[in-house]
C-alpha cells in the first residue's frame, strides 16, 4: 500500500499556494487618476472597415522602480465586434512614440470583457507576461486602441475631466487623417489654464526585488523550508530504521 509522506503534502500544499495567487499578487497603485462621478468628457476609440481610426494614450510618469505587472482604464463600449487593443509604449519629447511597434508591453482584451453600461467601468488589464521593468521618473505612455475588418463602425469610450488633474502626463489622441498624436483640450487651446485633459488609468508596479519582500512571500518561503526540514527528517528516519532491522537481523 502506498503511503503519502506527510511533508510530501505539505511541500505541495506551499506551491498550490504560490500557483492560486494572481499574475499581479504582489503589484502596488503606483500611478492613477480617478475621474470624480460628475465628470462627462470622454475620448473615442475608433476604427471602421476602410481604414479610419481614432486613438487615445494617457501619459504617466513611474514612481515606484520595479516591474509595471497590470493596467486599469475607465472604459465602456459601445457595440463593437472588435477586441480592444492595450500597450504600453515610451514616450518621446512629451508625446507618445508612434510606431506601435516600439511598445514594451502589450495586451488584447476581448469586447465581451468591456462592460456596456452607460457609465464607464474599471477594467484590468494583465501585463504579467511582458512585465517590463520601469524606473522612478521614467515618462511612458498607456495607449488604446481598436482595428476593425467588419462593416459597421467599432467603439470604446475612455473616462477623463479637463482641468490637468494629474501632474505627471497627459491625454493624447490621434487619427488616421494624419496618424500624429496630439495633446487632448477640452473645449480651447491646450495652452490656456484648465483645458489639459487625463483619462481615468491606474498603474500597479511590482516592487524590485531589492526591496522589502511581501509577508506573503515570506510565509511562503518559510514553508517551503520547513517542508525540506520534515522531507529530510522523514528520509533520515527511515535509513536508522532500516538500519536497526539490518543489525537484528544480522544478530
Known amino acids: 500500500m502506498y503511503m503519502t509522506n506527510p511533508s510530501h503534502r505539505l511541500l505541495t500544499f506551499v506551491f498550490l499556494c504560490a500557483a492560486a495567487s494572481p499574475a499581479w499578487a504582489d503589484a502596488i497603485l503606483d500611478q492613477s487618476f480617478e475621474p470624480p462621478g460628475t465628470a462627462a468628457f470622454t475620448g473615442v476609440i475608433s ?29 465602456q463600449r459601445g457595440q463593437p465586434s472588435a477586441d480592444l487593443l492595450v500597450d504600453i509604449r515610451p514616450v518621446t519629447a512629451g508625446f507618445p512614440m508612434q510606431d506601435d511597434a516600439s511598445a514594451i508591453a502589450a495586451a488584447t482584451v476581448p469586447f465581451a470583457l468591456v462592460p456596456d453600461t452607460s457609465y464607464p467601468q474599471w477594467v484590468s488589464v494583465d501585463l504579467s507576461a511582458f512585465a517590463p521593468n520601469v524606473t522612478v521618473g521614467e515618462q511612458l505612455a498607456l495607449v488604446l486602441r481598436t482595428r476593425s475588418t467588419f462593416p459597421n463602425d467599432q467603439e ?3 473616462r477623463g475631466d479637463t482641468g490637468d488633474p494629474y501632474a505627471g502626463g497627459s491625454a493624447y489622441f490621434r487619427s488616421s487623417v494624419d496618424g500624429l498624436w496630439v ?29 522589502i519582500p511581501e509577508p506573503s512571500t515570506i510565509v511562503l518561503l518559510g514553508l517551503g523550508l520547513v517542508s525540506m526540514w ?16 539490518q543489525s537484528r537481523t544480522l544478530g
Open 47 to 75: 476604427s471602421s472597415f476602410t481604414g479610419s481610426f481614432d486613438d487615445d494614450a494617457q501619459t504617466f510618469t513611474v514612481g515606484m522602480a520595479g516591474q509595471l505587472e497590470r493596467v486599469d482604464v475607465l472604459i
Open 156 to 158: 470604446y469610450e475612455w
Open 183 to 211: 495633446q487632448t483640450c477640452g473645449f480651447g487651446d491646450c495652452s490656456l489654464p484648465g483645458e489639459q485633459v487625463d483619462w481615468g488609468f491606474k498603474t500597479f508596479v511590482n516592487p524590485s526585488s531589492s526591496q
Open 230 to 245: 520534515f522531507l529530510r527528517s522523514a528520509r533520515h528516519t527511515v535509513w536508522m530504521k532500516h538500519k536497526s532491522e
